[in-house]
T-cell receptor, first 115, second 114 residues
């Protein structure tokens, strides 16, 4: 079956521009997570969704970052006024539910480069 | 902030050698997971350990969860070049949270030379 897909796979943008990253979770998975992976920080949690609600946004680095999920499926992570420190691989994961025992399946990520 | 300290950060060994990767924290996790990540791909789950003292084996890989559920180890026996990759430990349910937010270690880059 289809796994988690993310688009675009690579994005190069100029400092100050806005970007949108998309995640298509596995069909039927109610929980969706966004993580960021960078050389200096490893893999960091950003936000998670249960259905269309985001009970925990504590990992979003600043108010330039926002995310939404519609129809309990596709999610979009938006970064406004991008900065060079936003350069990283943004990973999306989904799981059947939000309990800590549910396996998270990761997408291939979007590599964002801010020049 | 719950942190997972993973060591070593880099490991370069010859085919056939054994190795152990450690993951330690001051926090208690309800479960701990080990992932392997290849370049250009997302992490792929290898195993989940839930019970303190639990030991799981996956072919040549042995995973152990500490009795207090604060630490874990991954042991590979007779490593092969195909084991080369980034290994990540991740804890879930820190601080009694009921959802699956993962806290990741920094990762171990393993290189196995033929």
């Amino acid at each position: 079956g289809a796994g988690v897909s993310q688009s675009p796979s690579n994005k190069v943008t100029e400092k100050g521009k806005d970007v949108e990253l998309r995640c298509d979770p596995i069909s039927g998975h109610t929980a969706l997570y966004w993580y960021r992976q960078s050389l200096g920080q490893g893999l960091e949690f950003l936000i998670y969704f249960q259905g269309n609600s985001a009970p925990d946004k504590s990992g979003l680095p600043s108010d330039r970052f926002s995310a939404e999920r519609t129809g309990g499926s596709v999610s979009t992570l938006t970064i406004q006024r991008t900065q060079q420190e936003d350069s990283a691989v943004y990973l999306c994961a989904s799981s059947y539910s939000t309990g800590s025992s549910y396996e998270q399946y990761f997408g291939p990520g979007t590599r964002l480069t801010v020049t | 902030t719950q942190l997972l300290e993973q060591s070593p950060q880099f490991l370069s060994i010859q085919e056939g050698e054994n190795l152990t990767v450690y993951c330690n924290s001051s926090s208690v996790f309800s479960s701990l997971q080990w992932y392997r990540q290849e370049p250009g791909e997302g992490p792929v789950l290898l195993v989940t350990v839930v019970t303190g003292g639990e030991v799981k084996k996956l072919k040549r890989l042995t995973f152990q969860f500490g009795d207090a559920r604060k630490d874990s180890s991954l042991h590979i026996t007779a490593a092969q070049p195909g084991d080369t990759g980034l290994y990540l430990c991740a804890g879930a349910g820190a601080g009694g949270t009921s959802y699956g937010k993962l806290t990741f270690g920094q990762g171990t880059i393993l290189t196995v030379h033929p």
